[in-house]
């Protein structure tokens, strides 16, 4: 097990794209955390850093507490299971692996060494998903019924240019829609059912650019999920809270609730109650909450996980099983 550096976390990140770059920030300008080194193949990429830079993790040569693993879903298992016999408890992006067979080989490995994996499902970790949660699950509204979920924005082309996302893993069902598909297990269970059509009619791409997923999950929740990645739409996750720097902030809500006594709308969080009724007209209020940034949250929550002091919000097995979901959706989404 690794030592803690004194009141601080020392952090080592494994991968500097998209998201990489973005835990890169948080993490240098952290007051308890340490950016201990940089892994990355890609020497100009790794000379961006003050940290000491690493080809590979096999060269790593500091101390450390932890590590962020932000690269290709591909190598989340080796990467993991690699630091993990290092001692190092891991952050790992979503999602969790690429096949369940090698989720199943990560949560071994961190439990034969005793150390924690925290699954990069960084939404857990917004303040209005917090709130939200907390308005289904404390009944207010009566038994959740039903939801809708849209995910639909428009990725540039260059978006693509990385060889790893031409294909089935660059898909929104992957990279996009895991992230509320994960919201919704948070909120009502596990899925028993999936059904799913997909379509590459825009750019013609070697995996689903369009679709739509009907979820049913054991509380007996149904969910309808819509997703794109070619249409510029205000209806999505990024756009409705803001909480991705690169993506304008549009203020929409993209999630809507019916429950037993009520509904709610995301992320504005405007609850609807009051009537028993169709004749009678519902009754909007809003519900205030302290905003915050979900990137900076979850590393906090990282912190705390590696001085024992929490359990993983999101954890392996958890994640696994968003996963399994996910993979049961592209089965349903074939494209020529």
């Not at 999602?95 to 924690?116: C, E, H, R, S, W």
């Not at 925290?118 to 308005?135: Q, S, T, Y």
């Not at 990024?238 to 809500?253: L, R, S, V, Y």
Request: charged share 20%.
């Amino acid at each position: 097990m690794a030592d803690r550096g004194g009141d601080v976390t020392r952090l080592l990140l494994a991968g500097t794209g998209l998201i990489g770059a973005r835990h890169l920030a948080h993490i240098e300008a952290h007051p308890d955390l340490i950016l201990a080194g940089i892994i990355d193949p890609d020497v100009a990429r790794r000379a961006h850093a003050t940290a000491p830079g690493f080809a590979n993790i096999d060269a790593v040569d500091v101390a450390a507490d932890g590590i962020v693993i932000a690269t290709p879903t591909c190598s989340h298992a080796p990467l993991t299971i690699a630091a993990v016999k290092r001692g190092w408890h891991v952050l790992v992006e979503k999602p969790v692996a690429d096949t369940l067979g090698n989720a199943d080989a990560m949560i071994a490995a961190a439990d034969a060494a005793g150390v924690k994996i925290l699954v990069g499902h960084h939404r857990r970790h917004h303040p209005r998903v917090a709130k939200l949660h907390e308005i289904i699950t404390s009944g207010r509204l009566g038994h959740p019924v039903a939801a809708n979920m849209m995910w639909l924005m428009r990725k540039p082309d260059e978006y693509f240019d990385a060889d790893w996302r031409a294909g089935i893993d660059g898909a929104p069902i992957k990279q996009n829609l895991i992230h509320d598909v994960d919201i919704l297990r948070w909120l009502f269970g596990e899925v028993t059912d999936v059904l799913g059509l997909a379509s590459n009619a825009i750019r013609g791409a070697k995996r689903p650019e369009s679709g739509g997923a009907v979820l049913r999950f054991n509380s007996g929740v149904i969910a309808t999920l819509t997703y794109s990645d070619t249409t510029p739409t205000p209806w999505g996750f990024e756009a409705g809270t803001g909480e991705n720097p690169h993506i304008p902030c549009t203020a929409q809500d993209s999630l809507r609730i019916a429950c037993t006594g009520g509904g709610v709308e995301f992320p504005s969080l405007r609850v609807w109650s009051g009537s028993t009724h169709w004749n009678e007209k519902p009754r909007p209020s809003e519900t205030p909450v302290d905003e915050g940034v979900p990137l900076i949250r979850q590393l906090e929550h990282f912190a705390k996980v590696i001085a024992g002091r929490v359990k993983p919000l999101v954890d392996a097995a958890s994640a696994r099983a968003t996963l399994d979901v996910i993979l049961r959706i592209e089965r349903t989404a074939s494209v020529t």
